[in-house]
């Protein structure tokens, strides 16, 4: 009888051994770090869309199945055009960011704006005229602006250099020294080997010119180095990037990848531009 315990007792314990065997990778399972956690900080995390912008209405105007209105906004006065909308002056409206025209020439106004936004639209009106395309995004918005109320304007000189004479920064005396490396180039230099250099990585440095944020998921930045020429807009380069200008951006070396001949559409294409730009320390 005390073998036959004694057995009984030793079966239980290897059993319960056993058991406690095959718990622990459940247990290492469940406390294990979740996939997502695992990967890279942003993997698989899209980019934010532009943030709306808020502002209070100073002017308006309704042309041509557009609203144009002068808004003043924390960064300044803005000229913004939506699909028709009832607006009022003094009313605060926040707008989505859209795409930036320079000198764009309104048909229906007989009037050009050195530089104005089109919206996709102000958040919580989202109504539009009978006949009129609803608002979607400032692509949209600008591409059909183009075609209905910019008239010239609209359509781009088939010996177009840059492709952006709408949006080319004037000429600037200044003299930047060229990025130190082998894959570095002055501006001049850029637009002269495009072809040779498309789809390559490159590194240009210069004065930042101009700023335009959030467009089509972007920063657009054009900067000089006193090299190219006004005469056929060789001098000022369009450089993209997910990066947000800081209030440090002076003289900046950017990389990036070069591309040739790109078009965007709505007569803007350019002969050569770098694009998802990084600072280059």
Same mark, same amino acid.
């Given at each position: %009888?005390?073998?036959?315990?004694?057995?009984?007792?030793?079966?239980?314990?290897?059993?319960?051994?056993?058991?406690?065997?095959?718990?622990?990778?459940?247990?290492?399972?469940?406390?294990?770090?979740?996939?997502?956690?695992?990967?890279?900080?942003?993997?698989?995390?899209?980019?934010?869309?532009?943030?709306?912008?808020?502002?209070?209405?100073?002017?308006?105007?309704?042309?041509?199945?557009?609203?144009?209105?002068?808004?003043?906004?924390?960064?300044?006065?803005?000229?913004?055009?939506?699909?028709?909308?009832?607006?009022?002056?003094?009313?605060?409206?926040?707008? %989505?960011?859209?795409?930036?025209?320079?000198?764009?020439?309104?048909?229906? &106004?007989?009037?050009?704006?050195?530089?104005?936004?089109?919206?996709?639209?102000?958040?919580?009106?989202?109504?539009?005229?009978?006949?009129?395309?609803?608002?979607?995004?400032?692509?949209?918005?600008?591409?059909?602006?183009?075609?209905?109320?910019?008239?010239?304007?609209?359509?781009?000189?088939?010996?177009?250099?840059?492709?952006?004479?709408?949006?080319?920064?004037?000429?600037?005396?200044?003299?930047?020294?060229?990025?130190?490396?082998?894959?570095?180039?002055?501006?001049?230099?850029?637009?002269?080997?495009?072809?040779? &250099?498309?789809?390559?990585?490159?590194?240009?440095?210069?004065?930042? %010119?101009?700023?335009?944020?959030?467009? %089509?998921?972007?920063?657009?930045?054009?900067?000089? /180095?006193?090299?190219?020429?006004?005469?056929?807009?060789?001098?000022? &380069?369009?450089?993209?990037?997910?990066?947000?200008?800081?209030?440090?951006? /002076?003289?900046?070396?950017?990389?990036?990848?070069?591309?040739?001949?790109?078009?965007?559409?709505?007569?803007?294409?350019?002969?050569?531009?770098?694009? /998802?730009?990084?600072?280059?320390?």
């Amino acid at each position: %009888m005390y073998k036959f315990i004694s057995l009984c007792c030793s079966l239980i314990f290897i059993i319960g051994l056993t058991a406690c065997s095959n718990d622990k990778p459940e247990k290492q399972a469940d406390t294990s770090q979740p996939a997502q956690q695992q990967a890279a900080p942003g993997a698989g995390i899209p980019a934010a869309a532009p943030a709306p912008v808020a502002g209070k209405v100073l002017e308006t105007i309704d042309a041509g199945g557009y609203t144009y209105m002068n808004v003043a906004t924390a960064s300044g006065e803005k000229w913004v055009a939506v699909n028709q909308t009832a607006v009022a002056v003094g009313e605060e409206i926040t707008f %989505m960011d859209g795409m930036v025209m320079q000198n764009f020439s309104s048909k229906s &106004l007989d009037r050009t704006f050195p530089e104005i936004v089109f919206s996709g639209g102000l958040v919580g009106k989202g109504a539009t005229p009978p006949g009129m395309p609803p608002a979607g995004t400032g692509a949209e918005s600008f591409s059909q602006a183009l075609s209905t109320e910019g008239g010239a304007a609209a359509s781009a000189p088939a010996n177009m250099v840059t492709g952006s004479q709408k949006a080319v920064v004037p000429f600037a005396e200044i003299k930047v020294e060229k990025a130190l490396g082998e894959n570095s180039y002055t501006v001049a230099e850029i637009f002269s080997k495009a072809t040779e &250099l498309n789809g390559q990585t490159v590194a240009v440095k210069g004065k930042v %010119m101009k700023v335009s944020p959030g467009i %089509m998921g972007r920063n657009w930045i054009h900067i000089q /180095d006193g090299t190219g020429s006004p005469a056929d807009n060789t001098h000022d &380069l369009v450089i993209t990037t997910s990066q947000a200008a800081g209030p440090d951006w /002076d003289i900046i070396t950017m990389e990036g990848v070069l591309a040739a001949n790109k078009d965007f559409g709505s007569g803007y294409s350019y002969v050569v531009i770098i694009e /998802d730009a990084n600072i280059k320390e």
